[in-house]
């Protein structure tokens, strides 16, 4: 599929900001006054930011709030629900840090609740489509999961924990490569199924259904070359789990900081490669697959 920048932005953003939300809130980062607003706002500066933009890839973004009335049915609109809530449990917390009110950490759990759950909710956006395989797993959500904790650990947790949940995280991306690589092989999916026609034998496309390009071909249809795809994942393993787990153990002021930016530039290209190599099936009715 085609890799929207504004979505690529929304998922690693938005992951990176609950995540660390929720480490903030159970205490794994000790803060007070500004540094609590520092911190606090950093989490919610990530979690935001991600929302928004992720309206930019709406058709109609000024109808954004329209997405808050499909929670029975859609994914999108209960990670919309869920993200609003956890930024709303989690404000009583972030000002006592930041004001010593001296609330308790409990008032916070409710808040790194749903804070996991809005990261559920954004991967089964993805994860429930069986029109693309690659994506179709349980391994889309872990995988989600494993990138929100990484990326809260570099930040808040002991440099200990964060060393172990990057490794985890550069397992779980070499694992759901290795699956998707053969998720649409497997899917036993051809132009005569997508058509119907494979009952009378087998289906060839004799010439396009069109003149031009269009919705379908811009969007769900994107090629990228193999080798070009081997260094990017190369890049995002290195960037996203090798690199910041070394880090993390180094005990020097910025160290950190530096862990997380390399951990974001990996996320991105990880991100980047997760929609342009996943294949939709719409692709067999033009003879793309």
């Known amino acids: 599929m085609h890799p929207a920048p504004s979505v690529i932005v929304f998922t690693v953003l938005s992951g990176a900001g609950f995540g660390f939300l929720a480490c903030l809130a159970l205490g794994l980062l000790p803060v007070a006054g500004w540094m609590a607003f520092a911190a606090w706002g950093l989490g919610y500066g990530l979690a935001v930011g991600g929302l928004l933009a992720s309206t930019f890839h709406l058709g109609n973004p000024q109808r954004a709030l329209l997405a808050f009335t499909q929670w029975r049915s859609s994914w999108l609109s209960r990670e919309g629900w869920t993200s609003v809530l956890a930024l709303l449990a989690l404000a009583p917390l972030a000002l006592s840090d930041w004001l010593g009110l001296g609330l308790g950490r409990w008032i916070g759990w409710g808040g790194a ?162 929609f342009a190599e996943a294949e939709h099936v719409v692709g067999l009715y033009y003879g793309k697959r």
């Not at 996203?240 to 290209?269: C, S």
Request: glycine share 10%; charged share 10%; with cysteine.
């Open 113 to 274: 609740g749903l804070c996991v759950l809005t990261v559920l909710c954004t991967s089964m956006i993805y994860a429930q489509l069986k029109t693309v395989p690659r994506w179709n797993h349980w391994s889309t959500p872990v995988t989600f999961f494993a990138f929100a904790a990484a990326g809260g650990a570099i930040l808040a947790a002991p440099g200990w924990a964060a060393a172990v949940l990057c490794p985890i995280l550069g397992a779980c991306l070499l694992y759901g490569w290795q699956r998707g690589d053969g998720a649409f092989a497997a899917a036993a999916q051809t132009l005569g199924t997508a058509t119907g026609l494979d009952r009378l034998g087998r289906a060839e496309v004799f010439e396009p259904a069109h003149t031009a390009g269009n919705y379908l071909l811009r969007e769900m249809i994107h090629v990228v070359g193999r080798r070009h795809a081997a260094k990017l994942r190369v890049i995002a393993l290195v960037l996203a789990a090798a690199l910041p787990a070394v880090l993390v153990l180094v005990p020097l002021p910025g160290m950190r900081a530096l862990a997380f930016a390399l951990h974001l530039a990996g996320a991105f290209a990880a991100r980047w490669l997760f």
